[in-house]
C-alpha cells in the first residue's frame, strides 16, 4: 500500500471513530431526555389530579352550602347525586363537564357512620398506560336526616374522602 | 495530471465535505434543542399560569398583581404565552384580547343567580385605562366594584370635564357610561386621535323593571363618521358581576364566555332543581316547606329554561325574576326551620 492511500484510511478511519462516539454519545442523551420525560409526565399526570381535585371542591355544583354560605371542604349529598343523574342522563351536560375534568372517574366514598360510594363523574379511556388517584378527605352532608345539624347547616354530617382518578 | 496531485486534490474535498457534513450536523442539533428547549419553557411558564388562574379563580373578591413573563393573549377557551396555547376548561374568564407588559391584575368574584352559578374570573393589566363617566347609579356601582388596582377613574358626566379626558401612554382605553345611544360621548374628543383597537365604549344600564338584569352595547368606532361610536352587540345580561365582566372583555370574548356562562347556568341550575325535587320528595315536615319547595322547583326550571336562549334583555329580566321569587323562597324555608334549597 502507498503512503498515501494509508493516509486516506486513516482520515476515514478517524471519521468512523468520531461518528461512532457522536451516535452513542446520541443514544446517551437520548435515554436520559426519555427517562426525564418519563418522570415529567408523572409528575404532570399528580398534576392534574390534584388540580381537578381542587375544582371539584370548589365547584357549586358540589359544595355544600345555606344561603350561599360556602361550607368549604363538604360535599353535598343530594347535590352530588342530582349531578351524577344529571351526567348520566343529559349528553350536552356531559360533554360540557368533559372541557373540565376530561378523562377521569370523581367519586365520593363515604366512611362514616355507614360505607357508602357514589360515582359523580367517569369517563375512562379505552387504553391508558397508568392511572394516578388522588383523596381528599371531606365531610359528606346529608340535608335528608331530620333532627340535627351538620355545622351550620340542617341535615346530618358524615365523614368520607373524594377520590379523583385520572388516566394516561 | 498526476496520480499524486489528483490524491492531494481529494483528500481536501474529502476534509472539506466531512468537515460541512459535521457543522451542518451540530447546527441541525443546536436549532432543534433551542426549539425544544423554547417549546418546553412556553409549556411550563403556560402551566404556571394555568395554576395562578386556577388559585385565582377561588380567592373570591381578592385582588392579585402577578407577574407575567411576557404578552398574553385570550380567547374564549383558553390563553396563549410564546405561541403555547393553554385551554381553561370551564373557567370564566373575562379579558381584554391582549395583555401586554409584566403585570396582570386578578379579580374574581362568584355569580349569585341567586344561588353560586360559577366564579367569574375577571384579568386586566395596569396599562389599560377605564373611564367610569358617571351618569348612572350603575356606573358607579360598577366603578365601586373594580379592584383599586386596576387604572380606572371616575368622571362626572359634565361636558368640560369629559373634553378634558385626554390620551395617555396605555394600551387600551375603555369608557364605560350608563347606555342610552342619546347619551353617547361624542364629547370626548381628546380621545378622537386614538384607533378603533386603542379605545372602546361600553355602556351598562340596568333593566327598568328594576330586577337583577342589566343591559350592556359594546359600542364600535367610526372614525372620521360623523357619529364617532355606533352600538355594536347588545346583549342582556344577569347579575351585577356579569354586567363587570363586560367592562374587562371585549365584544367578541364577551359574547363567547357569556354563551358558556348561561351554558353552565342550565347544568347548575339542573342540579338544584333535581335537589328540590329531592328535597320535597322526603318531606315530612308542615306543608308550607312542601309549597315552599314546589315554588322553588318551578323558578329554577324557568330559569334553566330561559338559560337556553340567546341572550336578550328579556330572558335575562325572566332570569331575574325568578331568582327574587326563588331568593324569597330560600328565605322564607330558612325561616320555617327546613332545608334550604340553595
Known sequence: ?168 | MRRAQVQVQFTWIFSLFAGALILLFFITFILRQKDVSERGLSAEVSAKLDAVLTLAQSSLQTSNNVTIPGDLGFDCTGFVYGGARRPYGNALVFAPGLIQGKLLITYADGWDVPYRASNLLYLTSPRVRYIFLNNSETVHSLFEAMPDAATKQSVEWNITLMASIMPRNDDYVRIILGASSSTLPSYLPGLDALSPEEVGVLGVSRSVSETDAFTVTFYTRNPGAPVMYSPGEVFGVVGEEMALAAVYSSAELFNCTYSRALDHLEHITAVYYQRSRDLLASYRGPGTCAQLYGAAGSSLSAIRREAQRPPTLMSAEAIAANMTALADANQRLKLFSCPTVY
Do not use: W
Open chain 1, 1 to 168: 500500500m502507498r503512503r498515501g492511500e494509508l493516509g486516506m484510511i486513516e482520515a476515514v478511519m478517524v471519521l468512523v471513530v468520531f461518528f461512532f462516539l457522536l451516535a452513542v454519545g446520541l443514544m446517551v442523551y437520548n435515554g436520559l431526555a426519555g427517562r426525564g420525560a418519563v418522570q415529567r409526565s408523572q409528575e404532570a399526570l399528580e398534576l392534574r389530579g390534584l388540580r381537578i381535585a381542587r375544582l371539584a371542591m370548589t365547584f357549586p355544583e358540589l359544595q355544600c352550602s345555606v344561603s350561599n354560605v360556602i361550607q368549604e371542604n363538604c360535599v353535598d349529598q343530594l347535590k352530588a347525586s342530582a349531578m351524577s343523574s344529571l351526567l348520566s342522563s343529559d349528553s350536552r351536560a356531559r360533554q360540557y363537564y368533559y372541557d373540565t375534568f376530561q378523562e377521569a372517574r370523581i367519586r365520593v366514598r363515604q366512611v362514616y357512620p355507614t360505607e357508602e360510594e357514589f360515582v359523580i363523574y367517569e369517563r375512562e379511556p379505552a387504553e391508558y398506560r397508568r392511572s394516578e388517584a388522588t383523596y381528599l378527605p371531606v365531610i359528606v352532608y346529608d340535608p335528608l336526616s331530620s333532627g340535627g345539624t351538620c355545622l351550620t347547616l340542617h341535615g346530618a354530617c358524615h365523614f368520607g374522602t373524594l377520590i379523583v382518578e385520572v388516566y394516561q
